[in-house]
């Protein structure tokens, strides 16, 4: 019989904070189980398996920065609405160490919920694209630009790999600067279409 109160959204929070303890990549049902206070084969009626724990885990944790990158946006454009948004990017990955990794899994067209989350991060930077003038085609570039540099960063800086003598915040405010330089610059949708 399960745990009286265990349910599969219990045990997908309890699994968030367990990875941000210990680390995604050591996120584990046995010890998940064992947070729980549970026999391993009892939380196969709560989740499928591990797959299925990262996948709901995933979905959970897009939802979240998807929430923190719209709060951030809110009343905000331009420049502004870039910094806020990155900046919002940033803390969550710092805070939530083991679950931000499962933020980059590409949605499950199968869960609804965590493609209508993914479609919420991504529809936040798109509208700050929209106050630079890109769009269509062109913002898919671009979106892929931030993502990439804003993920690299905190990827990065979670591993410990920026050593030089030089203040991590100013580099990051450095490089969101940067891109609203290529953001006020970025070809029109038709020059990048063309190229």
């Given amino acids: 019989m399960p745990r009286a109160g265990l349910n599969p959204q219990v045990v997908v929070r309890e699994a968030a904070r367990l990875a941000d303890e210990v680390g995604y990549d050591k996120l ?3 010890a ?3 947070r729980l206070g549970v026999a391993l084969p009892s939380l196969y009626k709560h989740v499928k398996g591990v797959d299925a724990l990262g996948q ?3 979905a959970l944790a897009t939802a979240e920065i998807a929430d ?3 709060t951030a946006a809110a009343g905000r454009s331009g420049e502004d609405a870039l910094r806020a948004v990155a900046a919002a990017y940033r803390s969550y990955a710092r805070r939530h160490p083991g679950r931000y ?3 980059q899994r590409v949605p499950d067209p199968a869960d609804p919920a965590h493609v209508a989350a993914g479609a919420r991060a991504v529809g936040v930077v798109y509208a700050i694209l929209l106050g630079y003038g890109i769009s269509g085609d062109a913002a898919v570039d671009a979106v892929r630009m931030f993502r990439a540099a804003v993920h690299g960063f905190v990827s990065l800086e979670a591993a410990g790999d920026f050593g030089l003598p030089r203040e991590v915040d ?3 405010d450095q490089m969101v600067a940067a891109l609203g330089v290529a953001f006020h610059a970025w070809p ?4 990048s279409d063309a190229g």
């Fill in 68 to 70: 923190e990158m719209t």
């Fill in 56 to 58: 709901q885990l995933a």
């Fill in 101 to 103: 990794p499962a933020t």
């Fill in 188 to 191: 029109s949708t038709e020059e």
């Fill in 32 to 34: 998940l189980a064992n």
């Fill in 28 to 30: 584990t049902l046995a």
């Fill in 170 to 172: 100013h580099s990051f």
